[in-house]
């Protein structure tokens, strides 16, 4: 978020971002429809890359197999691929939590080539396993820019079986 905005000045909660950063908004205003028509521009936008993920649990861990396809016409580079394990639950102001966040740096994908990530997360503690869910993503800050980072695509996970992943590719 604070990327996004640019730094300086003073920022009022609450602090929303939509696509890594690539709108945001802070401050009270009608929370319902500023952040409802960030999410519809969102979903206008082109993907530029395909993503297959997959999770287990060991013991209380989690691991996520993340497969990355270029969709695109350029070369990816100085992009992240994330890993979010987040609760359904009710803490403090939402009814959502995330629990854990991993994250790798992408090595440059060529159009057309696909790539696999191995993710995990610390030992998750007092969590309600079946309320878990998990995504994976790939953002990016466009090289040589500053401020807000990109979302490239997201992705829920899919449930593994015995660890063992399950591509679509």
């Known amino acids: 978020w604070w990327a996004a905005y640019g730094g300086g000045g003073s920022a009022t909660l ?10 945001f908004s802070g401050g009270y205003e009608d929370f319902h429809a500023i952040y409802g028509d960030m ?10 890359v395909d993503i297959q993920a997959y999770w287990w649990r060991t013991d209380d861990r989690v691991r996520f197999y ?20 987040y609760e359904e ?5 939402t009814d959502r939590f995330i629990r854990q966040a991993v994250a790798t740096p992408m090595a440059n994908l060529a159009p057309g080539a696909v790539v696999t990530y191995t993710l995990d997360t610390p030992d998750l503690a007092s969590v309600n396993w079946d309320q878990l ?15 807000a980072y ?3 695509q997201a992705a829920y996970a899919e449930a593994s079986i015995a660890g063992m992943p399950l591509p679509k590719v």
């Open 14 to 23: 609450p602090l929303v971002m939509v696509d890594s950063g690539n709108q």
């Open 39 to 48: 999410v519809d521009a969102a979903l206008t936008r082109p993907t530029q």
């Open 66 to 85: 993340v497969h990355v396809t270029n969709t695109g016409a350029t070369t990816i580079s100085g992009a992240t691929v994330h890993a979010i394990v």
């Open 89 to 93: 639950t009710h803490e403090r102001l």
């Open 133 to 147: 869910r998990y995504i994976a993503l790939v953002d990016q800050r466009p090289p040589g820019a500053a401020g």
């Open 150 to 152: 990109d979302t490239l």
